[in-house]
C-alpha cells in the first residue's frame, strides 16, 4: 500500500512523495530518519520533515558544490569536507586527478554506512580512494583543533536548524579561514533564497569579517523546493570569480571529468543573482 511522505520545511508550503517502500525509518527524543523509494526520484532521504537528497537529482547539488570552487581555483591540491556523509561530495572530488589529498569530518560513522547501504551511487566507492582521509568528528571543533591546510573547504550540512546550526556560525568560518591557504575557497549550502532569505543575509554578514569577497552562487535543484537554491562563496581574491569563459574551459577539458550538470557555461552564469536578492544583500 503507497503512503505519503510530506516535506514541512516550510510553513504552509510544501511538497509530498508517494512512499513505495520504507528502507530505515528511525525516530529518536531528537529526530526523525526515514530513507524510502519514490517511483520519480528513487531512493529519498528525509529528516525531520526535510528532504536531505534523492537518488535522481543528487548529482546537480554535489556537482555545483565541489567543481564551481575546485575549478576557479585552478591548482587545488587539498580539499577539506564537512559533513557529507552520503559521500557524493566526496565522490565529485575524487574525479579531480589533480586533488592529491581529501579529509571529510563527518560527526556520525553511522550516517556513513547507512548511506553505503541505501545510497550507494551517491560514493560511488569514493570511500576507499586512498586519498581519502575520513575522520569522525564534530565539524567546527575539527577546524579549531586541526594545523593542516586545504586549498578548498566544502561544507555540505543539512539546514541551519538543530545540530546543523554551529555550522553556519561565525566561529565556524572563523576556523575554515584560518585552514584555507592563500588563494583558497570556501563554499557552503545556503537554502533557497525566494523562501530562506533571511538566511543569506545572515551568512553574507557573519562572512564579512573573515573573506574580503563574500558571494553567493545558484544551482537549480528539483527537490530543494522554491527556485534556485544558494551556494554561500568566501575567498580574498574577487578574480576566482571571474574566470573567462575560455580558461573554464580549458581546465575543464584538461580535467577530464564527467559531469551531468556542470560545465563551464553553467560555471560562467551561476554567478548572476536575481534582482530582489542583490537588492536584499546591498541592504545586508
Same mark, same amino acid.
Given at each position: 500500500?503507497?503512503?505519503?511522505?510530506?516535506?514541512?520545511?516550510?510553513?504552509?508550503? =510544501?511538497?509530498?512523495?508517494?512512499?513505495?517502500e520504507?528502507?530505515?525509518?528511525?525516530?529518536?527524543?531528537?529526530?526523525?530518519?526515514?530513507?524510502?523509494?519514490?517511483?520519480?526520484?528513487?531512493t529519498?532521504m528525509?529528516?525531520? =520533515?526535510?528532504i536531505?537528497?534523492?537518488?535522481?537529482?543528487?548529482?546537480?547539488?554535489?556537482e555545483?558544490?565541489?567543481?564551481?570552487?575546485?575549478?576557479?581555483?585552478?591548482?587545488?591540491?587539498?580539499v577539506?569536507?564537512?559533513?557529507?556523509?552520503?559521500g557524493?561530495?566526496?565522490?565529485?572530488?575524487?574525479?579531480?586527478?589533480?586533488?592529491?589529498?581529501?579529509?571529510?569530518?563527518?560527526?556520525?560513522?553511522?550516517?556513513?554506512?547507512?548511506?553505503?547501504?541505501?545510497?550507494?551511487?551517491?560514493?560511488?566507492?569514493?570511500?576507499?580512494?586512498?586519498?581519502?582521509?575520513i575522520?569522525?568528528?564534530?565539524?567546527?571543533?575539527?577546524?579549531?583543533?586541526?594545523?593542516?591546510? +586545504?586549498?578548498?573547504?566544502?561544507?555540505?550540512?543539512?539546514?541551519?536548524?538543530?545540530? =546543523?546550526?554551529?555550522? +553556519?556560525?561565525?566561529?565556524?568560518?572563523e576556523g575554515?579561514?584560518?585552514?584555507?591557504?592563500?588563494?583558497?575557497?570556501f563554499?557552503?549550502?545556503?537554502?533557497?533564497?525566494?523562501? &530562506?532569505?533571511?538566511?543569506?543575509?545572515?551568512?553574507?554578514?557573519?562572512?564579512?569579517?573573515?573573506?574580503?569577497?563574500?558571494?553567493?552562487?545558484?544551482?537549480?535543484?528539483?527537490?530543494?523546493? =522554491?527556485?534556485?537554491?544558494?551556494?554561500?562563496?568566501?575567498?580574498?581574491?574577487?578574480?576566482?570569480? &571571474?574566470?573567462?569563459?575560455?580558461?573554464? &574551459?580549458?581546465?575543464?577539458?584538461?580535467?577530464g571529468?564527467?559531469?551531468?550538470?556542470y560545465n563551464?557555461?553553467?560555471?560562467?552564469?551561476?554567478?548572476?543573482?536575481?534582482q530582489?536578492?542583490l537588492?536584499?544583500?546591498?541592504?545586508?
Amino acid at each position: 500500500m503507497t503512503t505519503s511522505y510530506k516535506e514541512t520545511l516550510h510553513k504552509g508550503y =510544501g511538497q509530498a512523495f508517494d512512499v513505495e517502500e520504507v528502507l530505515f525509518e528511525q525516530q529518536t527524543d531528537s529526530w526523525h530518519l526515514i530513507i524510502f523509494r519514490n517511483t520519480t526520484y528513487g531512493t529519498v532521504m528525509a529528516l525531520d =520533515g526535510i528532504i536531505q537528497t534523492t537518488e535522481r537529482d543528487e548529482f546537480v547539488y554535489h556537482e555545483m558544490l565541489t567543481h564551481v570552487p575546485i575549478m576557479a581555483h585552478g591548482s587545488a591540491k587539498r580539499v577539506l569536507i564537512i559533513g557529507g556523509g552520503d559521500g557524493g561530495i566526496l565522490r565529485e572530488v575524487c574525479k579531480h586527478q589533480s586533488v592529491e589529498h581529501v579529509t571529510q569530518v563527518e560527526i556520525d560513522q553511522a550516517v556513513i554506512d547507512m548511506c553505503k547501504e541505501y545510497l550507494p551511487n551517491h560514493s560511488n566507492g569514493a570511500f576507499d580512494d586512498p586519498r581519502a582521509d575520513i575522520v569522525i568528528a564534530d565539524g567546527i571543533e575539527y577546524v579549531h583543533e586541526t594545523d593542516e591546510k +586545504f586549498d578548498v573547504i566544502i561544507s555540505d550540512c543539512t539546514d541551519p536548524v538543530g545540530p =546543523g546550526e554551529v555550522l +553556519f556560525s561565525s566561529r565556524f568560518y572563523e576556523g575554515c579561514k584560518k585552514l584555507l591557504n592563500e588563494g583558497g575557497v570556501f563554499v557552503a549550502q545556503n537554502g533557497v533564497p525566494f523562501l &530562506q532569505q533571511d538566511e543569506v543575509i545572515t551568512t553574507r554578514r557573519r562572512l564579512s569579517p573573515y573573506f574580503k569577497d563574500q558571494a553567493f552562487y545558484r544551482a537549480a535543484v528539483p527537490t530543494y523546493i =522554491g527556485g534556485d537554491m544558494t551556494l554561500a562563496w568566501g575567498s580574498d581574491d574577487e578574480s576566482l570569480r &571571474q574566470i573567462a569563459l575560455s580558461e573554464l &574551459q580549458s581546465r575543464y577539458e584538461q580535467s577530464g571529468i564527467k559531469t551531468r550538470f556542470y560545465n563551464p557555461q553553467m560555471h560562467k552564469g551561476c554567478f548572476g543573482l536575481p534582482q530582489y536578492l542583490l537588492d536584499a544583500l546591498e541592504q545586508a
